[in-house]
């Protein structure tokens, strides 16, 4: 990313020190880094509302790439979960920094929704606190009037999203049957990639949006509506992206001005304790929408040739059907190596399956299960955790035998 290459911009070496802030978990004088740390007002509402806050590199990062084409003379910034306003900060942070707004002009720009009313003030007091470097020529009784009147106490599934909003959001990561939905941030997600009056979007999401039946409407709106996107996946593993937050996690930004149609897109990141720099140094593999149907792929560049090759191939495992049958064991989740054997194991538990298929399937599955390519395959395609076998026999393509 060349804003993260370039050290001696004033934007990367904010960036640069956030990152440093976030790993060494020291106060800090910076007004920004503490606005955007606030934790939810309480664990009440961090239940309820499933409050977390989003760390500060995460919430510049998504920023930054939400407004790459923002024009602030027409567009606004939308956030439907402010919290304590970390992903507005974040956003005015950039625009001050990129377009020298500053004072009502700036905050003229930020909109958004809050569904508590225990958080409400704090939002509004958190955000002028973490803007202060960029709005000190007007009185604070006026930036709270601004921003009063442009992020209202609601909640965001019974409002409409203003227009030519740009939308930048973290929702809620929590099931509400109330609402007859399986998870609330799916239905946050289907609303924003589908509205009219969005023009950007940056999401940061579970990475089941990426490959998840129950989120397939979220993929079809972001492919048929957006015209470029770009999507940074990251591992729980050896560090989570979020602090104790064991969720894979994707950063999804998207749109609509590019005629691009293509797909920016990482594989899984990981990163060890001092090297959370090396998350936003990655490198992005680019491909058209055309060379991918319904999943949107996580590619790591080394990675890049297995995609191609799979891709290119026709015959699907479900494909061989002659032959002699034979009974397989798989054991469909491995952090680092999944397993496939003919014999029955010792311990049988929910994670193994048990298949009747054709010898030459069966001799397939172990060879890719053994040399990683099956692991690979998943994490490329499905959400890296536990493999679905229905997914892997009817879509992993081999070479015709």
């Not at 802030?21 to 800090?28: E, T, V």
């Not at 503490?34 to 409050?51: G, H, L, V, Y």
């Not at 905050?107 to 000190?136: D, K, Q, R």
């Not at 965001?156 to 007859?180: C, G, H, M, Q, R």
Request: aromatic fraction near 12%.
């Amino acid at each position: 990313m060349e804003w993260i290459n370039d050290k001696d911009t004033l934007f990367s070496r904010l960036f640069i020190n956030a990152v440093d802030y976030l790993q060494k978990k020291r106060a800090h004088g910076n007004y920004i880094f503490n606005a955007i740390m606030q934790e939810p007002a309480s664990e009440t509402d961090k239940k309820q509302f499933a409050q977390y806050f989003t760390p500060i590199d995460v919430a510049l990062y998504t920023a930054y790439q939400l407004l790459k084409d923002f024009d602030y003379k027409k567009d606004i910034i939308f956030d439907p979960c402010a919290g304590k306003g970390s992903l507005l900060i974040a956003a005015g942070t950039v625009l001050s920094i990129k377009n020298g707004l500053k004072d009502g002009n700036l905050l003229e720009l930020l909109h958004g929704a809050e569904i508590s009313y225990n958080i409400y003030n704090e939002t509004i007091e958190n955000i002028i606190n973490g803007l202060s470097g960029f709005i000190g020529g007007i009185k604070k009784e006026m930036a709270k009037s601004i921003l009063m009147k442009n992020i209202v106490c609601a909640d965001f599934l019974d409002i409409n999203i203003p227009a030519n909003s740009y939308v930048i959001a973290n929702p809620p990561y929590k099931e509400d049957k109330t609402k007859n939905i399986k998870n609330i941030w799916i239905d946050f997600a289907e609303k924003i990639s589908s509205s009219k009056n969005v023009e950007a979007l940056g999401l940061i999401v579970p990475v089941s949006i990426c490959s998840a039946d129950r989120t397939k409407n979220i993929r079809k709106n972001l492919k048929n509506n957006f015209g470029s996107i770009t999507a940074l996946h990251h591992e729980i593993r050896p560090r989570p992206l979020f602090d104790k937050v064991e969720q894979r996690i994707s950063i999804f930004n998207a749109t609509k001005k590019s005629k691009e149609f293509i797909y920016h897109t990482t594989g899984f990141i990981g990163h060890k304790a001092g090297e959370r720099i090396k998350i936003w140094e990655n490198k992005f593999v680019s491909i058209n929408y055309d060379d991918f149907s319904d999943i949107f792929p996580k590619i790591d560049v080394s990675d890049f040739d297995f995609y191609i090759k799979q891709k290119n191939l026709d015959k699907k495992i479900r494909d061989v059907t002659l032959g002699e049958k034979t009974f397989l064991w798989v054991r469909t989740t491995g952090r680092y190596k999944l397993a496939a054997q003919y014999e029955e194991p010792p311990l049988i538990t929910t994670k193994w399956k048990k298949l009747y298929i054709p010898k030459e399937a069966a001799i397939t599955i172990i060879k890719v299960f053994n040399n990683g390519d099956a692991l690979k395959w998943w994490k490329m395609f499905g959400d890296g955790r536990d493999i679905s076998l229905r997914k892997f026999l009817n879509n992993y393509k081999i070479l015709n035998v």
